[in-house]
């Protein structure tokens, strides 16, 4: 085990400044913490912590990524408190532990290849301090150099594990080194076969040609060194999983594989770079296309260097990159490389080829820009394929108690989690748990959740969850389940119109009649010919014909009237896309008169309950006169597509056969949504009757076209919006 001031020495070598006592404080600290507990191997657990600050001072991070190494496990695994930790060691650090001990939980989440990349996304969105990801790809790091004391079934999981999420993501970090000693330990695990077969073709290649490698390293060396070019070449042998990778990508046999002799020359300057590589093309001859101009074009992790392929000395294809020894240093230990020069000038930096953002702390501006690595990527495909991690903005990750990973957007509630696991769930939600609480379902979800939906088969979603939903999944579900309750609602409304006037007949009506009566209406089913009577689209006295049945034609009518509609409740709808209202206040259409995007509009304020929108033209807002300061003006904003808005009209009717049915195919043919319809029998005036329709619609030429549409039936005889 490292001694306290061998650790304490490390840090100082390349911090002078470094706070000694801190160091020794927290060296101190989780070593009692963690006490007797051991690891797999038997050793002291503490030797863990301490591996893993040891691998973050090969970085020569600074002395709170240190500090939080040591400390990393100690809240998630002895009796240490983040309380404790803050007044002992100050915010910075216990914030550091903190979110190292929050991805921690996510290890023990089940995992399937599908979720690797929305892990990855999962665990960069909550390391909100880029250190604490150091941090975790040390400790990563450590725990596969260990993992051969682990049970098989956790071993494989844990490499697995490794091979898709931490390794990739030290690679976007730059990281080179510490992605290629992940991956050569996973690989080893994962496909111990492979792994054998390619190192012993790899022992024999070298067996074969051990001095060729000797001979080539001399020949370029003399070369560069003739030219005037102090340079250092070094042969690399090719790693085996790189090597399968590459088999696996390009679909080559291991004999395929030409170019295993690989040179890295180092050295000095940019120009040296450049002037290295004339000379090694004047020596041997370049393989075309194999050329590839990294220090002029940098990878997105900062990646800089020269790669050719020549047919170098006996014939042999020869792989080499040539750079300076300080792009050397960033390729290796990726943009920790950058803290080395935090006292370095910008003028300096930017000779050396480090791009920094300007205005920054010197300390942290590489922070900064590894954040911007993290965001981009490292080619313009995988740009697009990661789509700019959008994690942190518009996506959240929860959980299901089994361990699922579901990816929604951020806003999303516990609503539509429920439709995103499937539309079952969705549709039989009664309530839910957030991290094993019940919570409201209107709940904004936040990474990391884990949600559990309570469900009832009796169950039918409410029409306001619509307004509840962000997702189009959720939205599309819950109205097609409200479709189909309306519909439900209908039929009974159709049953119970049919029964009275069969009733009145004293025959008692059995489904089996009912069934044998449908294909003369022309319907599929006795539900379809029922909903169509509570629509009425099908008249009641048609159903008694196709019955055999006869009935006096007025109190067909007289039973009509008494059709209700669905209520449902327009209010509460999310992010409506109005402008002139300050941000977080809440918004509702008013549920009498409804508004749509292209009318102008006027905001109510009700102090503690937000703003009601109305359209002018509303008789609602009169009582409002006297309270100017109550008046917001508003705008409507671009809706999202297929978002629908409510507005109520009037229709007054002529009292017949088919008129209801008139309204309901108008609006349908112009893809309008009936939400609410009631009729109601205007006294006095017998031959007219009105229908007061709740439609939802995308914009006013969606209802002026529906309105124009309805005005030109001959039995609508006028049509108008209600005005509160
Ligand atoms: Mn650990």
Partial sequence: MMRQYELVERVTSYDPEADEDLLNRAYIYAMKAHGNQTRASGEAYFNHPLEVAAILTEMKLDTATIAAALLHDTVEDTEATQQELVEKFGEEIASLVDGLTKIKKLDMVTKEATQAENL??????????????LVKLADRLHNMRTLNHVKPEKRLRIAQETMEIYAPLAGR???QLIRDEMEDIAFQILNPDANKTIRDRLKRLHAESGDLLREIEQDLTRVLTDAGISASVKGREKRAYSIWRKMERKHLALDQLSDIFAFRVLVETVNDCYLALGNVHQTWRAVPEKFKDYISNPKQNDYRSLHTIVVGPHSMRVEMQIRTKLMHEIAERGVAAHALYKDVSEAKLAQLGVRVPAAESNAYRWLRHLMEVLQEGDSPKEFLEHTRLELFH????????KGQLIALPRGATPIDFAYAVHTSVGDSCVGCKVNGRHAPLVTRLN?????EIVRSDAQTPPPAWEAIAITGKAKAAIRRATRAAIRKQFAGIGREIIESLVS??????TDKELAAAVPRLGHKNVDDALAAVGRGDLAGIDVLKALGLNIDEKEVRAS????????????????LPVRGAAAGVALKIHPVTGAVPGERIVGIVTPGEGITIYPIFAQALEKFDQEPERWVDLTWGVAEEGMRFPARLTITLINEVGALAQVTQVIGEHGGNIDELQLQARHGVRDFFDLTVLVEVFDIRHLNDIMNGLKSRPLVSAVDRVSG
């Avoid at 990855?120 to 990801?133: I, W």
């Avoid at 518009?394 to 108690?401: A, I, L, N, S």
């Avoid at 990474?447 to 949600?451: L, P, S």
């Fill in 173 to 175: 970090m730059g990281m």
């Fill in 504 to 509: 009145k007949q004293k025959h008692v009506l």
């Fill in 120 to 133: 990855r996304k999962l665990l960069l969105a909550m390391s909100k301090d880029v250190r604490v990801l």
């Fill in 560 to 575: 009509r009237r008494k059709i209700g509609g669905a209520k449902k409740d327009a209010e509460g709808r999310a992010s």
């Fill in 447 to 451: 990474n990391g959740d884990e949600v």
């Fill in 394 to 401: 518009d996506q959240v990750f929860c959980f299901t108690p």
